[in-house]
């Protein structure tokens, strides 16, 4: 993909930062918003200034909703800055100034460097960092600490993997397969426990009958003030 340059004309009317890329793959006119970056409009390689201004007047309302909920969302989650850290189980996150946008991963210490101008638009990029890291984390220490958990309390669970998952925190699967999230990395020990002891009680029972809360209180008498405490987090929001 290449960017290319439009007049300020064409974009006159229409409020808010765009980047516009020609792509030789393209079919269609496609617009793309992510968090804290501009509207992307993908054009194919043979279409027109007069094309682009067309279609952005076709979905404007589709822009303004899409770029009122994306701010909503913006507001809600961290914004990685310059002088901010950020800690995981095992991990110190710094973000510091720097030249250019860069990760320097290890252990226990990893370094974001991000140019001031470049803050807001970094903002995806450092939380694929982030993510990696999680990642890295989840993998070496989840499968370990559900097995010990079972193993602990008798239960014989499948397979253990680690996912990054949008919307739940852990599933278990007919076979007894058991999936975690990797942003369990993110929160306090006794949760992290919590999720993995509910997805282990789904081995005997695998619905929210008032027949599993009893059976995850025999193993874990707080249940139910952990489950609480749990709803104060988001696997998509931070």
């Not at 496609?30 to 043979?46: C, D, K, N, V």
């Not at 909920?69 to 507001?75: F, G, S």
């Not at 852990?170 to 058991?178: D, E, Q, V």
Request: positive net charge; hydrophobic residues 35%.
């Amino acid at each position: 993909m290449k960017p290319i340059n439009l007049s300020s004309e064409l974009l006159s009317d229409f409020q808010g930062e765009v980047k516009i890329v020609r792509s030789s793959r393209a079919r269609h006119i496609r617009f793309t918003l992510e968090p804290f970056s501009p509207l992307q409009i993908t054009i194919p390689a043979g279409a027109n200034p007069k094309d682009v201004k067309e279609a952005l007047n076709a979905r404007s309302q589709w822009i303004q909703n899409a770029r009122k909920k994306m701010q909503a969302y913006e507001k809600k989650v961290t914004n990685f800055k310059p002088g901010c850290s950020y800690k995981t189980m095992m991990h110190e996150i710094k973000i510091v100034q720097g030249k250019s946008l860069s990760f320097e991963e290890g252990f226990p210490t990893s370094i974001i460097r991000v140019p001031e101008k470049s803050v807001q638009s970094a903002q995806v990029q450092i939380r694929k960092w982030i993510e990696k890291l999680l990642y890295e984390e989840a993998k070496n220490y989840l499968p370990q600490r559900t097995l010990e958990l079972a193993d602990h309390h008798s239960f014989k669970t499948g397979k253990v993997s680690v996912r990054n998952n949008k919307s739940r925190w852990g599933s278990c699967s007919a076979n007894n397969n058991i999936s975690l999230n990797i942003h369990l990395m993110r929160l306090p020990s006794e949760l992290i426990d919590y999720v993995i002891m509910h997805e282990l009680c789904h081995i005997k029972i695998k619905n929210h009958s008032p027949r599993f809360w009893n059976e995850l209180s025999k193993v874990l008498p707080d249940a139910r003030k952990l489950d609480k405490r749990l709803n104060a987090f988001s696997t998509n929001c931070w």
